[in-house]
Every structure is written in C-alpha cells, then in structure tokens.
Nanobody, 124 residues
Framework: QVQLVESGGGSVQAGGSLRLSCAASEFSYWTNCMGWFRQAPGKEREGVAA????????YYADSVKGRFTISLDNAKNTVYLQMNSLKPDDTAMYYC?????????????????WGQGTQVTVSS
C-alpha cells in the first residue's frame, strides 16, 4: 500500500507562489506515474500536472501551463508542484496521486493511490 503525504499548501495573494510537496512511502512499480489534481468546492476533481518517472515526461492542464512545474526528487521519493503567478481560480484542495500505469496518465481513473490533500487559497 503506497502512502502519499502532501504539504506546502497555504494562503497567498494573487501573483504569489507556493511549492507543494508529496512524499511517497516508495517509488516503485506502484508509482510509475505521479500526478497532481485539484478540486474546488462544487467542482469536479481535475488533473493539473503529471510526470512519468522513468522518462520525466510531463503533462500540464492548459489552465496552468507556463505557471506550474512538476518535478521529482527520486532520492527523497518526493514529487513537487511549483506554482507561480497564482490566480484566485487556482484556489482548491490539491491532491497528489500515484499510478502503476507504465506510461504518462492524466485521468483520475488511472490513479491507484491518493493523498489526503493540501489546501491552496489565493486571494485577489
């Protein structure tokens, strides 16, 4: 059972930055692909970014391209989400997820393990 623990959320003004971290209990077959999702009140959970660990191929939602960066620290079993130029629309609970799919995946149903989430609030 893979455990994922997010941290780094908080409150920030528009234009500010935050870095989210997700510490995984292991980097293995069960965590071939790592993703970040977010869910705002009353909205569906949506994919924000993903990274396939063996190739470092990445995916970004159109709404965050050029502002967010996903990265890995394999030595620490940790995936990061650097969020710059934050907007009020980025306000949501952010979740880390892990997939054993052997390719880059971006849909919720492809992910097997989820963290508890970390809240990001961006004020105007």
């Amino acid at each position: 059972q893979v455990q994922l623990v997010e941290s780094g959320g908080g409150s920030v003004q528009a234009g500010g930055s935050l870095r989210l971290s997700c510490a995984a209990s292991e980097f293995s077959y069960w965590t071939n692909c790592m993703g970040w999702f977010r869910q705002a009140p009353g909205k569906e959970r949506e994919g924000v970014a993903a990274i396939y660990r063996s190739t470092s191929n990445t995916y970004y939602a159109d709404s965050v391209k050029g502002r967010f960066t996903i990265s890995l620290d394999n030595a620490k079993n940790t995936v990061y989400l650097q969020m710059n130029s934050l907007k009020p629309d980025d306000t949501a609970m952010y979740y880390c997820a892990a997939s054993r799919r052997p390719w880059l995946v971006t849909q919720r149903y492809d992910y097997n393990y989820w963290g508890q989430g970390t809240q990001v609030t961006v004020s105007s």
